[in-house]
T-cell receptor, first 110, second 113 residues
Framework: EDQVTQSPEALRLQEGESSSLNCSYT??????LFWYRQDPGKGPEFLFT???AGEEKEKERLKATLTKKESFLHITAPKPEDSATYLC???????????FGSGTQLTVLP | ETGVTQTPRHLVMGMTNKKSLKCEQH?????MYWYKQSAKKPLELMFV???????ENNSVPSRFSPECPNSSHLFLHLHTLQPEDSALYLC????????????FGEGSRLTVL
């Protein structure tokens, strides 16, 4: 059974204070790892797909990286508008559906 | 309209009521999904439709009944719900089944009294 664990559950940062969110996974044959952003009261919004260890993707202040056991979402010099819940999900060779983690709630204080 | 649209955004119902949630996608996608999101829990997949055919039913109680009349519309019919069914119900679509890049609607917040 695929498993996804995200840490920390919640993170508070000062504006400009860089940090990383972690997504650890256990799957049988990774087909892809996906990051989503969810604002309060809204549905998740797709951010990145990573397919193999060593791959990196960037978008503005966000950079996602992937190893064989975990993925990191690095946030460089965050701004208050980066505050959201960040969700990680995996698609494996055995499961026909995404397995989501519980998310990390990020708050960036001005 | 673009993207995935869900109505209503908020719904309050009694345990004996019957109501429906509606989802429409304007992206030309072939797969549509219903997810349940409860506080502090991972997204739970409920149903999957691919080319209008139901391909997944993750042991969802029969008080939830999906309907997919065409590849652009998806409904979730609700009847005799329980208070623990209160949650955010999210509709999503993807180009094909087994894609990880899903496009979500804004959700329908359901409260069961």
């Amino acid at each position: 059974e695929d498993q996804v664990t995200q840490s920390p559950e919640a993170l508070r940062l000062q504006e400009g204070e860089s940090s990383s969110l972690n997504c650890s996974y256990t799957v049988s044959g990774l087909r892809g790892l996906f990051w989503y952003r969810q604002d309060p009261g809204k549905g998740p919004e797709f951010l990145f797909t990573l397919y193999s260890a060593g791959e990196e993707k960037e978008k503005e202040r966000l950079k996602a990286t992937l190893t064989k056991k975990e993925s990191f979402l690095h946030i460089t010099a965050p701004k208050p508008e980066d505050s959201a819940t960040y969700l990680c999900a995996v698609l494996s060779g055995s499961a026909r559906q995404l397995t989501f983690g519980s998310g990390t709630q990020l708050t960036v204080l001005p | 309209e673009t993207g995935v649209t869900q109505t209503p955004r908020h719904l309050v119902m009694g345990m004996t009521n019957k109501k429906s949630l509606k989802c429409e996608q304007h992206l030309g996608h072939n797969a549509m999904y219903w997810y349940k999101q409860s506080a502090k829990k991972p997204l739970e997949l409920m149903f999957v439709y691919n080319f209008k055919e139901q391909t997944e039913n993750n042991s969802v109680p029969s008080r939830f009944s999906p309907e997919c009349p065409n590849s652009s519309h998806l409904f979730l019919h609700l009847h005799t719900l329980q208070p623990e069914d209160s949650a955010l119900y999210l509709c999503a679509s993807s180009q094909e089944r087994e894609y990880g890049e899903l496009f979500f609607g804004e959700g329908s917040r359901l409260t069961v009294l």
